[in-house]
């Protein structure tokens, strides 16, 4: 069944951009990336100038469900998140994956963004045989240091509620979102 994938979405825009750039590249936050900080969206709260690696883009993302850091890694890596949808959907494609298709990085939601539980499987599975992607979405906390605009740190905390302590941790897990 097709389904919405929200912030599942993120596992495939990080593989994109492990896959598509180096760690230490700065990403530069345009009014691409700063439109996405809502008050009703997971973001991190960056500012227009403000720079991460990223590596610490990649923690946001997948730690934090950073919806900004999300889109403007898209705009960074593929010049536009219409660009990258369409380097996530070739993916998807070369994954073997038949019934999604993309048109954000960060899953807001859209009626032409979906994907099934099967093509999530494979595209988790591509995911996890990634060193980088299973470090950071194993990960259970990230601090972000000080930045150019920003001179407190930011502390951010896994959401995936079956990789940390508490009721719903499911024993094996190591990686995800």
């Known amino acids: 069944d097709r389904m919405y994938p929200a912030s599942m979405t993120k596992v495939l825009s990080a593989l994109i951009a492990i896959e598509n750039s180096d ?6 936050f345009t009014e691409t990336g700063t439109e996405a900080v809502t008050p009703d ?4 709260g960056m500012q227009i100038g403000e720079t991460l690696t990223m590596e610490q883009c990649l923690y946001a993302m997948l730690l934090a469900s ?29 994954l073997g994956c038949t019934d999604s298709h993309f048109v954000n990085a960060n899953g807001w939601h859209d009626d032409e963004h979906y994907t099934s539980a099967y093509d999530m499987a494979l595209i988790l599975r591509a995911a996890i045989r990634n060193e980088t992607f299973r470090k950071i979405s194993g990960s ?11 001179s407190e740190p ?3 905390g896994n959401h995936h509620a079956m990789l940390m302590p508490g009721p719903y941790h499911y024993e094996g897990v190591f990686a995800g979102k």
């Not at 760690?23 to 530069?28: G, M, N, P, Q, R």
């Not at 259970?140 to 920003?150: A, D, E, G």
């Open 23 to 28: 760690l230490s590249e700065e990403v530069v």
């Open 154 to 156: 930011r502390e951010l």
């Open 140 to 150: 259970q906390s990230y601090v972000i240091p000080p930045t150019n605009m920003n």
């Open 66 to 94: 950073a919806n900004e850091v999300s889109s403007q890694v898209a705009e960074h890596v593929a010049g536009s998140v219409e660009g990258f949808a369409q380097m996530m959907n070739e993916k998807a494609a070369e």
């Open 41 to 44: 969206s997971a973001n991190i």
